[in-house]
């Protein structure tokens, strides 16, 4: 099934002189799916050399090419267009910005929500919580160019050096554990009111349907926000905050360091919650709170309590638990494989806008890769994250030329090569791996530069 639908993914790849490029992967990247949205969305485009179906294409490649840049993505397009045999276009990058620009931002949300979405609903039931979908939630940041624009939309993060020289902003993202798919994404300043970790994952209410479980740390294990995700029929595997503390003297006994227990609705409203929403909380929780103990060398915690709204011991047991919320590190691998493989934690658009839809390509680019992991996954019957992300991202750039020129019938041959090739490079077996937060390359001897280049270029003159 999955390598049925991988095929007819990349054989959208393929074009005939009388149409326009097909996009690849998905068919929610088709040329006709992106018109339709379009006029959906009453964006309208001339016929250009840029059509938004190939400004898509192209941006898409931008994105995966280990270069990033503007003249690769250009001087990819004008080799496509002449392998096709179309007239050339120009070599300069201002067109294809331009084309970039007028590409809406809600158009990339929508197609990274349904790629995510067609992902986590194809998954197998045996790749979910007691069939049940589970979905980790995590913040991270990204940093940018130092322009007026940006700083003036992101702002400058303080730290214990002071201001720092660039932008940065503030991004919590929902992931599928089964498939490791983006989901969701708000994004938001660094600095400012509403500009928390909490307040963006407030925003991300709709991410969240009946009978999902969300798998997050201890920051988001708050009484309100638990509270508001179960009137939505959501329940809630996390870390105890600090805050609070749990004593197994008292609530139902379930098991050794295993208990229900009643958490009392706070007695302040916070600010950022209406009276009318504070007071349609439930007077009171019943909470799970499950204390396990790691006895792992190397490992930072030594106990840790769990919290979780999932209260029958039968069907999800104490081991279980614990077992599931140690997969909450997946998320950590998750935005490491977005961020460092695929380069995205340092973005290179120069205003605003640009960054907010480069960061929501990177996320479309990221679920098609994991397209392909799935696919392998699910072909020879292994686990997805057992799978070298990475290794898709290579194999991707180097067939990328085979794959565009090869003729329809060739195409299956390719992919199965592609499919065959992937199953081979599997992540190493290192269970309860750790390693010392150190680095082991010193930076060069240079002083940080903390003004703009144009002003630091004043003081060496």
Known sequence: MWQGRFFRRLAELKSRWDREPSLPFSDVLSGERITALLRELKVFYRDRVYPPWATLWIFLWQVLSA??????????????????????????????CQARKRLPLVLLARLVRETGHDLQQQAPATWR????????????????????????????????????????????TVLCLATGAALDLALAPCRGKRTGELSLFRRLKDAFQPNDVVLA???????????????QGVDVVMR????R???FRRGLRLGQDDHLVRWQRPTSRPSWMSRRAFAALPAYLEMREVRVQVAIPGFRVKSLVVVTTLTDPQQFSRPGLAELYRQRWQAELDLRS????????VLRCKSAEMVRKEVWMHLLAYNLLRSMLCATAAEHEMPVRTISFKASLQLLNAFYHSLVISDPEELEGLCTIILRALREHRVGHRPNRYEPRKRKRPPKPYPEMKLPREEERKLCA
């Not at 503007?70 to 067109?95: H, I, K, N, Q, Y």
């Not at 740390?217 to 009137?231: K, V």
């Not at 977005?338 to 934690?345: A, E, N, P, R």
Request: net charge positive.
């Open 217 to 231: 740390d201890r920051f988001y294990c708050t009484y309100c926000d638990i509270a508001r995700l179960q009137a």
């Open 129 to 172: 919580l007691a069939g049940r979908p589970v979905k980790l939630v995590d913040g991270s940041t990204v940093s940018m160019p130092d322009t007026p624009d940006n700083v003036a939309a992101f702002g400058k993060p303080r730290n214990q050096h002071g201001v720092s020289p660039f932008p940065v902003a503030r991004l919590v």
């Open 338 to 345: 977005i961020k460092t493989v695929m380069q995205m934690d």
């Open 67 to 96: 270069d990033h840049g503007c003249v690769e993505a250009v001087s990819r397009w004008l080799a496509f267009r002449a392998a096709r045999g179309l007239p050339p276009c120009s070599t300069d990058t201002s067109s294809y």
């Open 245 to 247: 503390k749990s004593d």
């Open 240 to 243: 105890q905050h600090t805050h």
